[in-house]
């Protein structure tokens, strides 16, 4: 194995992780200095910086030749899966997690729509500029939305974000320097580790003779959501659980409109759209787009037992990739125990909570 490939890709992955605290930072704070609202920065300048390393990493993959659009694609749809599956199971498991209302009504129904939007757009085996101008647009429409939606929050919700998030004392000459620095050095990093991240992901791919498209979904996926992964764990901990759930939904929407819209615009001939993703992993996205709303809506609590499900779901969706990757005897056996037997049973569990929580929501509302 070559050890440069492997310096090459820790050394961006740090780069991506330590730019995106910057530039959040950064830009938290300056964005507060000029009068925007915690809750805005969190709902707009925090989760734009999260999804950050993902931009880098699609754009520039998108840029780096053969390959670059099955890892750019790859990135978008394993990250959104991880932040659902990896991130909320996690989570979930470290303490049960609060649901906003507003997430139920508003954002993951948009999150699923915008899911099945991508979908129909991949059809064709291309995500177009007119696709990632369509898809950029949603992205200015949301933000909009949600600093209309901000000025409704309570004063804990807002404070809420305010310490999460370290922002909210005055702020000198001297504050107003380091956070312009913060925010360019954390932009210079973000560039830098993208390159040599997409570099040595691409390497690795050919090293080990599987595609580009399952170490995007995989290895950079994971990589590029580790500032999710860092945000809502402490979140979490800290008794914070609503922004764990909302750092992660956001960032999904974040993902496919923004990310996915500027990587369709830059790329000369748009991101080509991989069969095996079209077929398997977008589908996959979907799925667990839609398994949030039952879920979220039982007690509009995502219990310990629910999170230790997604994580299960994680590591088989994970290793049905690696199976198929490697074309191992075992693939067909595995495959025809999750669609005949564990997928249909999780359906149906699901299906069943939902429907005795909305039955229990309706007694209260008619006693």
């Known amino acids: 194995m070559d050890v440069m490939t492997i310096i090459l890709f820790v050394a961006g992955l740090a780069l991506l992780i330590i730019g995106a605290e910057g530039l959040?930072?950064?830009?938290?704070?300056?964005?507060?200095?000029?009068?925007?609202?915690?809750?805005?920065?969190?709902?707009?300048?925090?989760?734009?910086?999260?999804?950050?390393?993902?931009?880098?990493?699609?754009?520039?993959?998108?840029?780096?030749?053969?390959g670059g659009a099955d890892v750019a694609l790859g990135n978008v749809v394993g990250s959104n899966i991880a932040n659902v599956l990896l991130i909320l199971g996690i989570s979930a498991a470290i303490t049960p997690l609060v649901v906003q209302q507003q997430l139920i009504r508003l954002d993951v129904?948009?999150?699923?729509?915008?899911?099945?939007?991508?979908?129909?757009?991949?059809?064709?085996?291309?995500?177009?500029?007119?696709?990632?101008?369509?898809?950029?647009?949603?992205?200015?429409?949301?933000?909009?939305?949600?600093?209309?939606?901000?000025?409704?929050?309570?004063?804990?919700?807002?404070?809420?974000?305010?310490?999460?998030?370290?922002?909210?004392?005055?702020q000198s000459i001297v504050d107003w320097?380091?956070?312009?620095?913060?925010?360019?050095?954390?932009?210079?990093?973000?560039?830098?580790?993208?390159?040599?991240?997409?570099?040595?992901?691409?390497?690795?791919?050919?090293?080990?003779?599987?595609?580009?498209?399952?170490?995007?979904?995989?290895?950079?996926?994971?990589?590029?959501?580790?500032?999710?992964?860092?945000?809502?764990i402490i979140a979490a901990l800290r008794g914070e659980r609503d922004i764990a759930v909302g750092n992660v939904v956001g960032s999904n929407i974040f993902n496919l409109l923004s990310v996915l819209g500027l990587t369709g615009i830059v790329a000369p001939a748009g991101v080509n759209?991989?069969?095996?993703?079209?077929?398997?992993?977008?589908?996959?996205?979907?799925?667990?787009?839609?398994?949030?709303?039952?879920?979220?809506?039982?007690?509009?609590?995502?219990?310990?037992?629910?999170?230790?499900?997604?994580?299960?779901?994680?590591?088989?969706?994970?290793l049905y990739l690696i199976l198929a990757a490697s074309q191992h005897t075992f693939l067909p056996a595995f495959s025809s125990v999750m669609v005949l037997f564990v997928l249909p049973l999780t359906a149906l569990t699901l299906l069943f909570m939902a429907w005795r929580a909305f039955r229990t929501e309706r007694r209260i509302i008619t006693s």
Request: hydrophobic residues 55%; glycine residues 12%; aromatic residues 10%.
């Open 273 to 318: 759209v991989a069969s095996a993703a079209l077929n398997f992993d977008i589908p996959v996205m979907i799925a667990v787009a839609v398994a949030c709303l039952p879920i979220f809506f039982t007690g509009r609590l995502i219990a310990r037992w629910e999170g230790w499900l997604f994580l299960g779901y994680y590591i088989a969706y994970t």
């Open 24 to 66: 959040v930072r950064g830009a938290s704070r300056t964005a507060l200095g000029l009068g925007i609202s915690p809750l805005v920065v969190g709902l707009t300048v925090v989760a734009f910086g999260t999804s950050a390393p993902e931009l880098a990493v699609s754009i520039q993959s998108t840029l780096a030749g053969p």
């Open 109 to 170: 129904p948009l999150m699923i729509g915008v899911s099945i939007m991508v979908f129909i757009m991949a059809m064709d085996g291309v995500i177009s500029r007119i696709d990632g101008l369509i898809l950029f647009s949603g992205i200015v429409i949301y933000t909009v939305f949600a600093i209309r939606q901000s000025r409704r929050e309570t004063a804990e919700i807002q404070q809420e974000y305010r310490e999460e998030f370290d922002v909210g004392r005055p």
């Open 177 to 232: 320097l380091k956070n312009i620095g913060l925010i360019v050095g954390g932009l210079a990093l973000l560039v830098l580790g993208a390159g040599w991240l997409v570099d040595g992901a691409i390497s690795f791919a050919r090293m080990f003779g599987v595609s580009e498209l399952v170490i995007g979904l995989t290895i950079v996926a994971v990589g590029t959501s580790l500032p999710e992964i860092a945000t809502s």
